[in-house]
């Protein structure tokens, strides 16, 4: 019987574009496939979280305990595969890993061990909007604080290491879903676009938008 080896998955994407919901959504779609969702912000530095007000740049790479999360993620891979050719045959099918995080990009031996990378371009103003909706019981200040906070250390942080990497970015198998408009040429209307580019437009900017696009791109990679 074939050896069945575990299939990673990057997710990646600006704070806000969509990521832990396009995990999710692949979860609840392909329950059968999915073994493992794994998420950055389970390894950030330290054990609280100030408000925004009080909060200095929490954003970069450096604040993410890197060493543990790639240490892990291969630990899961072992495990996936151990499962998938130790058991019955619906077990042989689980072996689909996600891992989703705005930083991914940022680091080397991480980015290596994806099989395939998903990237989620969107506008900032989309991006901040989607964070000020995670909670519907945000008094005005608070309001106020975190849209600071995005405009002085998220939307930067982004841009500067996960943006720029992905723009040089020679992973052989991603996708980018955008949402930006930020491939139109404003002169002449035409796209340039790296391959493997899904664009969307105002009606299909929506999370059953992003996944139809991503799912349609991993069938035709035989992931699904």
């Not at 790639?70 to 890993?97: H, M, P, W, Y």
């Not at 720029?164 to 980018?176: D, F, G, I, T």
């Not at 408009?181 to 059953?208: F, Q, Y």
Request: hydrophobic share 30%; proline share 2%.
């Amino acid at each position: 019987m074939k050896t069945v080896q575990p299939i990673i998955v990057g997710i990646s994407g600006a704070s806000g574009s969509g990521k832990t919901t396009l995990a999710s959504s692949l979860e609840n779609t392909f329950g059968d496939r999915v073994a493992r969702i794994v998420h950055q912000d389970n390894y950030f530095k330290g054990e609280s979280c100030p408000s925004y007000k009080e909060r200095t740049d929490l954003e970069t790479p450096e604040n993410i305990r890197w060493d543990d999360f790639a240490s892990d993620l291969q630990q899961v891979a072992k495990d996936v595969a151990s499962r998938c050719n130790n058991g019955d045959e619906n077990s042989r099918k689980r072996n689909i890993i996600i891992v989703e995080g705005y930083l991914l990009l940022a680091h080397d031996e991480l980015l290596e061990l994806f099989d395939y990378l998903i990237f989620l371009r969107s506008t900032r103003t989309i991006c901040m909007q989607r964070r000020l909706g995670r909670r519907s019981d945000r008094t005005k200040s608070e309001k106020d604080a975190l849209c600071e906070y995005f405009g002085k250390y998220v939307w930067p942080n982004y841009e500067e290491h996960t943006l720029k990497r992905y723009e040089n970015l020679e992973h052989e198998r991603h996708l980018c879903v955008d949402s930006s408009a930020s491939n139109v040429c404003s002169k002449t209307g035409e796209r340039h676009l790296p391959c493997c580019t899904i664009c969307l437009d105002a009606e299909t900017m929506t999370a059953a938008g992003v996944l139809n696009a991503t799912v349609s791109w991993l069938k035709e990679e035989h992931v699904f």
